[in-house]
């Protein structure tokens, strides 16, 4: 079993950055490929960012590639979501999510547990 609690959103002017965080429990955080995902009102979840378990590497989404940067401390068992130039498209609730396959990454299904979020605003 894993807990995720995200924290770290709030409202930013366009340009601006945040740091998302998701602290994990348990005591195998470090063989779960972890992912960030998104979801804006009326629209589906989507993929944001992931980064492998086995190897730490990482999976952007084109709309963020370049601007976001997900890494992990298994140390302290939390993972970040670095934003840098932020668009008013970014607003969303962002979810950290966890599983053990990290085969089709991309896909929310395939994610075993889940956060319950954190709005970020990006205001024009």
């Known amino acids: 079993q894993v807990q995720l609690v995200e924290s770290g959103g709030g409202l930013v002017q366009a340009g601006g950055s945040l740091r998302l965080s998701c602290a994990a429990s348990?005591?195998?955080?470090?063989?779960?490929?972890m992912a960030w995902f998104r979801q804006a009102p009326g629209k589906e979840r989507e993929f944001v960012a992931a980064?492998?378990?086995?190897?730490?590497?990482?999976y952007y989404a084109d709309s963020v590639k370049g601007r976001f940067t997900i890494s992990r401390d298994n140390a302290k068992n939390t993972l970040y979501l670095q934003m840098n130039s932020l668009k008013p498209e970014d607003t969303a609730v962002y979810y950290c999510a966890a599983t053990r396959t990290g085969v089709r990454i991309r896909v929310p299904r395939e994610y075993d547990y889940w956060g319950q979020g954190t709005q970020v605003t990006v205001s024009s």
């Open positions: 348990g005591r195998t955080f470090s063989s779960y490929t």
């Open positions: 980064i492998l378990w086995s190897t730490s590497t990482t």
